[in-house]
Antibody, heavy 121, light 111 residues
Framework: QLQLQESGPGLVKPSETLSLTCTVS??????????WGWIRQPPGKGLEWIGG???????YYNPSLKSRVTISVDTSKNQFSLKLSSVTAADTAVYFC?????????????WGQGTLVTVSS | QSALTQPPSASGSPGQSVTISCTGT?????????VSWYQQHPGKAPKLMIYEVSKRPSGVPDRFSGSKSGNTASLTVSGLQAEDEADYYCSSYAGSNNNYVFGTGTKVTVL
């Protein structure tokens, strides 16, 4: 059973870079049919797609975040990572990682449990 | 890209049906049959309930169904049960460079 788990600091200072890692277990991140994505949810608010990556390193980003986002993959560790630079309080959110189907279909499943990142000094 | 529009809340008694709308544009919902729906209980991760407008993943009860007309997609939950009380989000592929957009979310209450 495929499982995803987010990890990283729960507190980041304003103007610094948020860094999270998603570890995939129960399956290979090098599967040809899937991308691996990040989605966030500010407290009490809705979901926002951030972007994703293919095992080859091909990436795609939300245009509204593109200038600050970098997603990378480490196939040897079955992990992919998110970096969001120049964070502000508006970036405070629960960050989820998810498998993203793209081969003739489009959906996110399964999702990690999510990790809360608070931006505060 | 703007979030897809959903009603903030919907409710129904056990056994009844509730339908949630998800309105976008011709660049997302109306342009592709790649609408998916997610159920999220408080403090939990979203769960895929419907994909490609009307398809159900294995294990999702057939009480959940999806449809689309023009720029608006809909999720119907029939035979409401207490465990259906949750937040529901739609999502759509929005083309151009693999863009995706989520809905504003609807809180379903089982009365």
């Amino acid at each position: 059973q495929l499982q995803l788990q987010e990890s990283g600091p729960g507190l980041v200072k304003p103007s610094e870079t948020l860094s999270l890692t998603c570890t995939v277990s129960g399956g290979s991140i090098s599967s040809s049919s899937y991308y691996w994505g990040w989605i966030r949810q500010p407290p009490g608010k809705g979901l926002e797609w951030i972007g994703g990556i293919y095992y080859s390193g091909s990436t795609y980003y939300n245009p509204s975040l593109k200038s600050r986002v970098t997603i990378s993959v480490d196939t040897s560790k079955n992990q992919f990572s998110l970096k969001l630079s120049s964070v502000t309080a508006a970036d405070t959110a629960v960050y989820f990682c998810a498998r993203h189907a793209v081969a003739g279909t489009r959906w996110f499943d399964p999702w990690g449990q999510g990790t809360l990142v608070t931006v505060s000094s | 890209q703007s979030a897809l529009t959903q009603p903030p809340s919907a409710s129904g008694s056990p056994g009844q049906s509730v339908t949630i709308s998800c309105t976008g544009t011709s660049s997302d919902v109306g342009g592709y049959n790649y609408v998916s729906w997610y159920q999220q209980h408080p403090g939990k991760a979203p769960k895929l309930m419907i994909y490609e407008v009307s398809k159900r993943p294995s294990g999702v009860p057939d009480r959940f169904s999806g449809s689309k007309s023009g720029n608006t997609a809909s999720l119907t939950v029939s035979g409401l049960q207490a465990e259906d009380e949750a937040d529901y989000y739609c999502s759509s592929y929005a083309g151009s460079n693999n863009n995706y957009v989520f809905g504003t979310g609807t809180k379903v209450t089982v009365l």
